[in-house]
C-alpha cells in the first residue's frame, strides 16, 4: 500500500465516535496519520479506531469527556505518549441546543458551553505546546456558520460557536512563531446523526474531512483564516 502524506504524524480526533469527527479521523488515516480517537463512549470509539487501522493508518481509542477540563488534559498526554508526538488536533465535539433565548434553559445553555466552547479550549491549551514542540502542525476547530452569523432560535449555539471562531482567530495569531496553524471551519447544515437531516442537499460529513486534509496540504507559508462552507443553493 502507498504512504499517504501524512505518514507519521499523530492527530487526535474529538467526536471522533461519528458524524463530522468519524469522517476525519477515517481520512487521517487513510493518509497515513496515527489517530486518537476520542468521545464520551468506549465501545463507538474502539470502533472507529479498529475503522483507522483497516484504512492504513493507527488507531487509538482514548474515551474522553470533553466537558472535563482533567479528562481534555489527560487525553493530551495519553495520544502524545501513544507515538511520542502530536501534530494535528481536531476539536469536533459538539451539541447542540436550540430555541429562543428567552425559554433557552440554563442547564442546556451551560452544556454547549461546556462541551462546545471549554472542550475546544481544554485540548486546545493542552495540544498547543506539543504541536509547537514538533516544529508546528495544526490544530482545526469545528465551528459553524452559525459562528459568524446567528439566527431566531440558534442563540446559545451561536454564542458557543461564535466563541470558537474567536479562540482560534487568537491561537492562529498566537502560532505563527511557532508554526502552529489554527482554523476554524464553519460549514452549513452537515448530514450528521446531532442534526437528524440527510440528503445530498446537505453537507456530508466527508466534505470537512477533504477540508481538513486540504489545510495539511498547505505550505508552511500558506495560513488561512476561518473556512466558511456553504451549501450550494442556499443564501
Same mark, same amino acid.
Given at each position: 500500500?502507498?504512504?499517504?502524506?501524512?505518514?507519521?504524524?499523530?492527530?487526535?480526533?474529538?467526536?471522533?465516535?461519528?458524524?463530522?469527527?468519524?469522517?476525519?479521523?477515517?481520512?487521517?488515516?487513510?493518509?497515513?496519520?496515527?489517530?486518537?480517537?476520542?468521545?464520551?463512549?468506549?465501545?463507538?470509539?474502539?470502533?472507529?479506531?479498529?475503522?483507522?487501522?483497516?484504512?492504513?493508518?493507527?488507531?487509538?481509542?482514548?474515551?474522553?469527556?470533553?466537558?472535563?477540563?482533567?479528562?481534555?488534559?489527560?487525553?493530551?498526554?495519553?495520544?502524545?505518549?501513544?507515538?511520542?508526538?502530536?501534530?494535528?488536533?481536531?476539536?469536533?465535539?459538539?451539541?447542540?441546543?436550540?430555541?429562543?433565548?428567552?425559554?433557552?434553559?440554563?442547564?442546556?445553555?451551560? @452544556?454547549? *458551553?461546556?462541551?462546545?466552547?471549554?472542550?475546544?479550549?481544554?485540548? !486546545?491549551? +493542552? #495540544?498547543? =505546546?506539543?504541536?509547537?514542540?514538533?516544529?508546528?502542525?495544526?490544530?482545526?476547530?469545528?465551528?459553524?456558520?452559525?459562528?459568524?452569523?446567528?439566527?431566531?432560535?440558534?442563540?446559545?449555539?451561536?454564542?458557543?460557536?461564535?466563541?470558537?471562531?474567536?479562540?482560534?482567530?487568537?491561537?492562529?495569531?498566537?502560532?505563527?512563531?511557532?508554526?502552529?496553524?489554527?482554523?476554524?471551519?464553519?460549514?452549513?447544515?452537515?448530514?450528521?446523526?446531532?442534526?437528524?437531516?440527510?440528503?445530498?442537499?446537505?453537507?456530508?460529513? @466527508?466534505? *470537512?474531512?477533504?477540508?481538513?486534509?486540504?489545510?495539511?496540504?498547505? !505550505?508552511? +507559508? #500558506?495560513? =488561512?483564516?476561518?473556512?466558511?462552507?456553504?451549501?450550494?443553493?442556499?443564501?
Amino acid at each position: 500500500m502507498a504512504k499517504g502524506f501524512l505518514e507519521g504524524r499523530v492527530a487526535v480526533v474529538t467526536g471522533g465516535n461519528s458524524g463530522i469527527g468519524r469522517a476525519v479521523a477515517l481520512a487521517l488515516a487513510a493518509e497515513g496519520a496515527s489517530v486518537a480517537v476520542a468521545a464520551r463512549r468506549p465501545e463507538p470509539c474502539e470502533e472507529v479506531a479498529r475503522l483507522c487501522r483497516e484504512k492504513g493508518g493507527e488507531g487509538s481509542a482514548i474515551p474522553t469527556d470533553v466537558r472535563r477540563e482533567e479528562e481534555c488534559e489527560r487525553l493530551i498526554e495519553r495520544a502524545a505518549a501513544w507515538r511520542g508526538r502530536i501534530d494535528i488536533l481536531v476539536n469536533s465535539a459538539g451539541i447542540g441546543r436550540f430555541g429562543p433565548v428567552a425559554s433557552l434553559s440554563t442547564a442546556d445553555f451551560r @452544556e454547549m *458551553i461546556d462541551t462546545n466552547l471549554f472542550g475546544t479550549f481544554w485540548c !486546545s491549551r +493542552a #495540544a498547543f =505546546p506539543r504541536i509547537a514542540s514538533v516544529g508546528g502542525g495544526l490544530i482545526c476547530n469545528v465551528s459553524s456558520l452559525a459562528g459568524v452569523e446567528a439566527w431566531a432560535e440558534t442563540g446559545g449555539y451561536s454564542a458557543t460557536k461564535f466563541g470558537i471562531v474567536g479562540l482560534t482567530r487568537a491561537l492562529a495569531d498566537e502560532g505563527r512563531e511557532h508554526g502552529v496553524k489554527a482554523v476554524a471551519i464553519c460549514p452549513a447544515l452537515v448530514a450528521t446523526p446531532m442534526t437528524g437531516v440527510s440528503g445530498a442537499d446537505y453537507l456530508q460529513p @466527508e466534505d *470537512i474531512a477533504e477540508t481538513v486534509l486540504y489545510l495539511l496540504r498547505l !505550505s508552511p +507559508a #500558506a495560513w =488561512p483564516a476561518e473556512i466558511l462552507l456553504k451549501r450550494r443553493g442556499a443564501e
